[in-house]
C-alpha cells in the first residue's frame, strides 16, 4: 500500500502564495514520477506540474513562472510553491506518484487538498 499525504492548502487572498506538501509512504518501489493535479467543480482533473525522478519538469501553460515544482527525494516528498495566484486557480489540487515494480507501472493519489483563492 502506498499512502499520500497532502497538506498546505487554504484560503488566500489573489496575489497571494500557498506551499503544497505531499509525503509518500509505504511499499514504494522505483519512483518514476510525482506531480501535482487539480479538479475546479464541474471541472475533469488537468495537470498542474509533474517531476520525473532525473529532475524533469512539466507544466501546465497556465501555472508556467507562477508555479514550481521541487522534491525532497530522501523524504520522498514533493512540493508545490504557487506564486500570484488567481481566482481561477480555486480547485482541489491531488498528489500523485508514479511507480514502477516488476515492469508494472503503478499510480497513486492523495486524497486531495482545498485551495481557494479570493478576488
Known amino acids: 500500500q502506498v499512502q499520500l499525504v497532502e497538506s498546505g492548502g487554504g484560503l488566500v487572498q489573489a496575489g497571494g502564495s500557498l506551499r503544497l506538501s505531499c509525503a509518500a509512504s509505504g511499499s514504494i518501489f522505483s519512483i518514476n514520477a510525482m506531480g501535482w493535479y487539480r479538479q475546479a467543480p464541474g471541472m475533469q482533473r488537468e495537470l498542474v506540474a509533474r517531476?520525473?525522478?532525473?529532475?524533469?519538469?512539466d507544466y501546465a501553460d497556465s501555472m508556467k513562472g507562477r508555479f514550481t515544482i521541487s522534491t525532497d527525494n530522501a523524504k520522498n516528498t514533493v512540493y508545490l510553491q504557487m506564486n500570484n495566484l488567481k481566482p481561477e486557480d480555486t480547485a482541489v489540487y491531488y498528489c500523485n506518484l508514479v511507480h514502477t515494480h516488476r515492469s508494472v507501472q503503478y499510480s497513486h493519489w492523495g486524497q486531495g487538498t482545498q485551495v481557494t483563492v479570493s478576488s
Open positions: 517531476i520525473t525522478s532525473g529532475g524533469s519538469t
